[in-house]
């Protein structure tokens, strides 16, 4: 345990991801795989497209039929046919004919090209076609895009919507990935209360629980709120004590600081977990605890709102991410030009609640509004968090500064 230094920011999230470790591959019904990763390669057992055909309405025809047709000498092929999408054709075409086609359907033999129906015009059984065509024109080839046996996609790919569509196109409806961590979070306070209760003298809504199960929400995780406890040594081992045997991840709040009620971190230990670092040179979030028991971790998160939820996004999100197989773990980051001026005090990194968006060619950011740890308002009007280093004490407007774009 690192105890009683303050670690840089980098060295935190370095601690973080080394004694996070990817979890066990399990196998997932495809829908319900958005946002997994994927623990082994996919191999198409298909040719896709399944078939050639067509990619426009028109007409399958012989591209040596068309050859000197043009807008003053339509070409006359008889129509022997009709391929809707959906069906398959038994004919073949000859020369001199054409199939009036669909889109998606499959090409009959002797085709090999596909006339738009904007140049042709039919009449009688005989379509007059006004352009020529190429070989090749308008098709769709059979296993033009994947072939059977062709890694359709690779392990360690995140599956999103798209991915999704493209195996189930393949005819699969299984996968292997690494399987969602648990999550048990458990809020500290004397002083908490839930929003559907009443507010006796002296207490406070409790908004840790509802922001991080908000965030929790977007995450692949499967999150369980333990509850709300009371800065009691015995209730808040009891409840610990339980949720460390169900879960990968322990996320408690509050009780770890330097209070003379903050027992969080001491009830760590009796549990067994091992202490890896304790406050991190930041501004929110600087009392934050990481430790692990075995493969779950657990972070102590600051009891100030803006404290927790920072820490949420910058380490806990991350390490879940990390979990389920994630490459890229961290929030999204870019440079943004200062709208207006900074100013702090030197020694501990920043991070502040902002507003960052795009006019002209660059990105613009400014903060919205107070910044202390207990203040969700200007966390509730921000789209990002503005990344102040650690020395700075002024950043004048126009100044390049890194920004961490916020999930939606
Ligand atoms: P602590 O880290 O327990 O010393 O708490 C720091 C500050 O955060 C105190 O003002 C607490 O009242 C406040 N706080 C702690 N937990 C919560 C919570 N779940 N929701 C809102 N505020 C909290
Ligand atoms: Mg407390």
Redesign the pocket.
Known sequence: MIENIAISVEEAKRLIIENTKILEPAEIPLTEAKGYVLAEDIISPVNLPFFTNSAMDGYAVKSMDTKRAGESNHVALKVTGIVRAGDFPDFILSDGEAAKIMTGAPVPKGADSVVMVEYTEEEDGIVKVKRPVNPGENLRYEGEEIKQGEIALESGTHLTSASIGFVAELGINKIKAYRKPKIALV???E??VGTDEELGPGK??????VTLQSALSQEVVESKFIG?VRDEVFDIEEKLKKAILWCDVLLV?????V?DY?YVKEIFKKLGIEGIFWRVSQRPGG?LFFGKRGNSVTFGL????AS?LVCFYEYVRPALRRMIGRRDLFLLELEALLSEEIKKSPGKTNFLRGYVEKKGGSFYVKSTGTQGS?ILKSFALSNCLIVVPKDATHLPPGSTVKVHLLPE
């Open positions: 809020v500290t306070g002083e908490l406070i809504r409790d908004t840790n629980s709300r709040t509050g009780g770890v600081s209070g903050d009392p600051p009891g100030n709102p927790s207990h």
